[in-house]
């Protein structure tokens, strides 16, 4: 039971480059976000899914896609990287049926 | 508005002294659930408690103990004893209920916690 793991752990960058975050769970939870974090700010909601097929934005959703074709899956995609873009990204997931947040170990990405 | 506050940023205590950090809270909410998180130097989020809107009861687990009082939208933690491994970054957070609410978790800003042996 590996829980919630993202790849890759560390990632570079050129600014306009292209990449996808990518986010798995084996806990069949149903609802999963993106979180970004930066110095000082605390963690802030990119984008969640409350379910295969359908997701929503949060509170930064701008320059990241995202999309969730099956329950385990939950990539996070920069179609053109920029350097404000550089942060940790954690994937989280939960239960319906419980309230507690289960986070991966994070991806630490730098846009040069 | 829908906000958690950790107004202080860093905190430095020598080892075995008590320590609180404070955490408040905005929401209009009548249910919502309020965590804490620690984030040790090596990075990932480890959760140490959640609070729904209707226990007031505080809590009490080993060294660690929360108060939450609803009169004054606060929810703060108090370390007993301090240890060096207590070191780390404390995150408040709230959440709400709610089909699409349930995903979304607002966070503190966080308080970087030091212990000095």
């Known amino acids: 039971n590996a829980g919630v793991t993202q790849t890759p752990k560390f990632q570079v960058l050129k600014t306009g480059q292209s990449m996808t975050l990518q986010c798995a769970q084996d806990m069949n939870h149903e609802y999963m976000s993106w979180y970004r974090q930066d110095p000082g700010m605390g963690l802030r909601l990119i984008h969640y899914s409350v379910g295969a097929g359908i997701t929503d934005q949060g509170e930064v959703p701008n320059g990241y896609n995202v999309s969730r074709s099956t329950t385990e899956d939950f990539p996070l995609r920069l179609l053109s990287a920029a350097p404000s873009q550089t942060s940790v990204y954690f994937c989280?997931?939960?239960?319906?049926?419980?309230?507690?947040?289960?986070f991966g170990p994070g991806t630490r990405l730098t846009v040069l | 508005a829908q906000k958690v506050t950790q107004a202080q940023t860093e905190i430095s205590v020598v080892e075995k002294e008590d320590v609180t950090l404070d955490c408040v809270y905005e929401t209009r909410d009548t249910t919502y659930y309020l965590f804490w998180y620690k984030q040790p130097p090596s990075g990932e989020l480890v959760f140490l408690i959640r609070?729904?809107?209707?226990?007031?009861q505080n809590e009490i687990s080993g060294r660690y103990s929360w108060n939450f009082q609803k009169s004054t939208s606060s929810f703060n933690f108090t370390i007993t004893a301090s240890q060096v491994v207590d070191s780390a970054v404390y995150f408040c957070?709230?959440?709400?209920?709610?089909?699409?609410?349930?995903?979304?978790?607002?966070f503190g800003s966080g308080t970087r916690l030091s212990i000095r042996p």
């Open positions: 989280a997931t939960r239960s319906m049926g419980d309230n507690e947040q289960f």
């Open positions: 957070a709230l959440s709400f209920a709610g089909y699409s609410s349930a995903s979304k978790i607002i």
């Open positions: 609070r729904n809107s209707f226990d007031e």
